[in-house]
């Protein structure tokens, strides 16, 4: 059977796909993460948010309802060959999302997020952009990023964590962010890595399967899941020096707190990595995100002239 005809659902020839299914496709419980992100460029500019509220609301579309929205799309539709054998209940190859209303939406919201972009600033038009491009990178051939563990978990940390922070502290300030807050988006970007390496343990069997060479499928669980909280326990440590550094201790040993917390977590994790990524990409996650809000809230107050 082509993947052609099961986009048809049993017993009907729908023509257009139903406001379920698109919310489906669009996978709401994806957007939290770049919309934080976002939410944390925007404190750490350290501007008043007076006069720049309708940029707030608009960005934050941007991040999760646009873009986060588009590149679930996209990936849904390339692929939907696998998904087919794999995941049928999916919008698309379970006919819900018919014909290539899957594609359609995909470019479409492509094209919204670009424009919605261009009327939030130049920065931020340009992040925009790149954003959509690793989208589809990630997801389409030739590129199909996802392929690879390690290009797919880093243009995914990026996308969801560094490029909206960018983006929230740009719109803000209209202008290129101060380099401080450049350097957490970097920093929690490289650690946001650890965490997509951790996304890929609930699919390792999948992964094996179809010739993806997620981290834990090339590494093992053992290694991987070692990996995986090196690389979010490494640039959170940087981050507390840099706050020190910067001139806000509280802050600092806010984050170190968070820190000390994930690691009295990782015993758990480490000692069972299989049973246990999804508790930790759970709990270590929230306590990562927690992180980046103490520290934009620092950097914020520094550039406002606060005090830590």
Not at 91 to 108: D, E, V
Not at 159 to 167: K, M, N, Q, R
Request: glycine fraction near 12%.
């Amino acid at each position: 059977m082509s993947v052609n005809s099961t986009l048809q659902p049993p017993g009907g020839n729908a023509l257009l796909p139903s406001p379920r299914a698109v919310i489906e496709l669009f996978k709401p419980i994806t957007w939290f993460p770049p919309v934080w992100a976002f939410g944390c460029g925007v404190i750490s500019a350290g501007v008043a948010f007076e006069g720049r509220w309708w940029m707030v609301v608009l960005g934050a579309m941007l991040a999760g309802p646009l873009v986060c929205a588009m590149s679930q799309a996209a990936n849904d539709w390339c692929d939907r060959h696998v998904d087919a054998i794999n995941e049928p209940h999916r919008p698309i190859p379970s006919g819900r999302m018919p014909g290539r209303w899957g594609l359609y939406l995909a470019l479409l919201w492509s094209l919204l997020s670009l424009i919605v972009a261009y009327f939030l600033g130049p920065w931020a038009f340009g992040a925009g952009i790149v954003a959509v491009l690793c989208a589809w990178a990630y997801s389409a051939e030739p590129l199909r990023l996802k392929r690879s563990g390690w290009w797919g978990a880093t243009v995914c940390a990026l996308c969801y964590e560094g490029l909206p922070w960018f983006t929230g502290a740009a719109i803000m300030t209209g202008a290129l962010p101060d380099p401080r807050v450049l350097m957490l988006a970097l920093l929690y970007s490289l650690g946001a890595v650890g965490i997509m390496i951790l996304n890929d343990f609930k699919s390792v069997e999948g992964d094996r399967a179809l010739g993806i060479r997620s981290v834990p499928v090339m590494l093992g669980f053992d290694r991987a899941a070692a990996l995986a909280c090196a690389l979010m326990i490494v640039p959170q440590s940087v981050v507390i020096l840099a706050l020190a550094w910067w001139g806000a201790p509280l802050h600092s040993l806010g984050v170190g707190a968070l820190v000390l917390a994930q690691v009295a977590l990782m015993p758990t994790f480490l000692g069972r990595p299989g049973e246990k990524a999804i508790w930790y990409n759970a709990t270590g996650t929230l306590l990562y995100v927690l992180g980046m809000l103490v520290s934009a809230i620092a950097v914020g107050s520094l550039a406002a002239g606060g005090v830590s």
